[in-house]
Structures are given as structure tokens and as C-alpha cells.
């Protein structure tokens, strides 16, 4: 099964120091090797984000910064485990890591399989 993961930082905790950052890169080439983690990354602060939006039809195109951005992701990881418990066992450890923040889990539809959730 696969699940994207999100994470956003406390904003009220410093940044994450050089030797958190290395032991977050070491954790994650560990879960590389071992096929856990599919594919990862950090995330640009929305001041260079672009927003997409439909509404009735039109599309539209709004470039930030934007001024009422309160919850912002400040990473992702695609993970590739057996069940939903392992994905939370993987945002565990890697939380440990990263620090006081907030993510979520969100399984992947996958065409093949029984449908999410269940």
C-alpha cells in the first residue's frame, strides 16, 4: 500500500538545527534502501508558490505570496508499506525526529486493490 505523508512544522519551535537535519537525512536513506520511502522532499515557503484554482468552469492562475496562509507543509514523503498501521509506525519515527508538528496520512488509490479505507 502506498501513503503520501505530510508534515508541517510548529511555527512556535526554531528551526530544525544541522544535526537534526543529518540524522532526518540519515533516517530517510535508511528507509530508502530498506524500499519504505518511495520518494521525498522539502517544500519551497509559498512566497514562490503558485495557486491553481477551478470554480464554475474557469481556471485561474494566482501567484503568492499569500497573506492568510496559516498551514503550511513543510515536507512530504511517498511511502510504500503493508498496512495503514505501518505508515503511522514510519510518521512516528520520523516525527521523533523532525519535532513538534502536525501531519497526515493519506492512503493512494491504487486501481488494483480494494478501495481505500477499507
Same mark, same amino acid.
Given at each position: 500500500?502506498?501513503?503520501?505523508? *505530510? ?8 528551526? /530544525? ?28 515557503? /509559498? ?14 492562475? *494566482? ?21 495503514? !498501521? ?6 512516528? !519515527? ?7 508538528? *502536525? ?11 480494494? /478501495?481505500?479505507?477499507?
Amino acid at each position: 500500500m502506498r501513503f503520501l505523508m *505530510t508534515y508541517q512544522q510548529d511555527p512556535n519551535i526554531a528551526p /530544525p538545527t544541522p544535526e537534526k537535519l543529518a540524522a532526518i537525512g540519515a533516517y530517510t536513506k535508511k528507509n530508502i534502501e530498506a524500499g519504505v520511502v518511495v520518494m521525498t522532499g522539502g517544500l519551497v515557503r /509559498p512566497t514562490h508558490g503558485t495557486q491553481v484554482k477551478t470554480e464554475r468552469g474557469k481556471f485561474s492562475v *494566482t501567484d503568492g505570496p499569500f497573506a492568510e496562509t496559516k498551514e503550511l507543509i513543510d515536507g512530504f514523503a511517498l511511502i510504500e508499506v503493508p498496512s495503514k !498501521e505501518a505508515a503511522i509506525a514510519v510518521a512516528r !519515527e520520523f516525527m521523533q525526529l523532525a519535532g513538534d508538528g *502536525t501531519g497526515e496520512i493519506l492512503q493512494m488509490f491504487d486501481p488494483g486493490g480494494p /478501495p481505500p479505507g477499507r
